[in-house]
């Protein structure tokens, strides 16, 4: 099985994906294409051997699995477009594209192909995503290549299609909730002391320590959060503070909303 892959649409998804294959060896760069209509933002891959172009009908010549990563308005054109080179013997098709579901495609390419779905995010390109993923039409071959895939790129977890929009939220909105959170920690630590760049950094490790808590012991949030919180002491103040403000609720308030922009959106 070949594995010359093509990700047609070189935004921040595309090349964040394409950066994270070339750095886990998965592929040669020279197997990748990256497409986008202007292609000097691709300069950087260019350097490292990936193949770019403007034209998504050579792409998909090139390659036997394409990545969809183009804005939602976006897929249906460009599935017209290249019905004309896509095979549906020859080629796997994978988007990445919010709110787009299997059937959307399946009215502009038919139902012979294999699809797939996949909901990472941006640390792709670090390799430390979280890639939900759902099949149609797939052989246990073809399953296996795309966990394969994405599993060099971080986690994968394997889902029902109908829960695509909560992993878009979950998982992919979920980076810029965290970033949020983050830099919230950052404006709090300069305003007791700290300077930006030792805030960032203290704030940073904290939440990946805090994570890595969670993903290698399996344990709880709360049960962390019992360790951490003395009786009378800083945290539980801190902590509950941030309660009667609404901390959990807005995270929550924040999540369904999200959920509800792409289930009325789309
Ligand atoms: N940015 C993120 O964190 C995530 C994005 N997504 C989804 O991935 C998709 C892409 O998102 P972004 O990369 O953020 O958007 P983006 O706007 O940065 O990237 C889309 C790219 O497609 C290119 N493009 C437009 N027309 C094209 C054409 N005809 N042929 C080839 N390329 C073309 C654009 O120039 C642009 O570079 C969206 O559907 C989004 O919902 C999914 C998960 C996470
Ligand atoms: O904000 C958006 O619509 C996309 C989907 C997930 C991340 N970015």
Known sequence: MSKKIAIIGGGNLGTAIAE?????????????????????????????????????????????WIILAVKPFQVKDILEQLQPDLDAKRHTLISVITGIWVKDMQEVV???????????????????SITCICKYNASKEQEQFVKDLFNQ????????????????????????????????????????????????????????????????????????????????G?????????????FSSSLIKGVVTSYKKIVNDM
């Open 20 to 64: 994270g294959l070339i750095s886990s060896g998965f592929i040669q760069p020279k197997h990748i294409i990256i497409t986008k209509r202007n292609i000097s933002t691709l300069q950087p891959l260019e350097e490292k051997g990936v193949l770019v172009s403007n034209n998504n009908a050579e792409a998909v010549k090139f390659a036997d």
């Open 110 to 128: 038919g139902e012979d192909f294999t699809l797939f779905r996949a909901m990472p995010n941006t640390a792709i390109a670090i390799r430390e």
């Open 153 to 232: 790129l971080g986690k994968t977890v394997v889902i029902e299609e109908k829960l695509m929009d909560a992993a878009t939220v979950l998982g992919a909105c979920g980076t810029a909730y965290a970033m949020r959170y983050i830099r919230a920690n950052i404006q709090g630590g300069i305003e007791i002391g700290f300077d930006a760049a030792t805030a960032s950094l203290i704030a940073a490790q904290t939440v990946k320590g805090a994570a890595e808590l969670l993903l290698t012991k399996h344990t709880h949030p709360e049960q962390e959060i019992d360790k951490v919180t003395t009786p009378k």
């Open 234 to 246: 800083c945290t539980i103040a801190g902590l509950n503070e941030m309660e009667h403000q609404g």
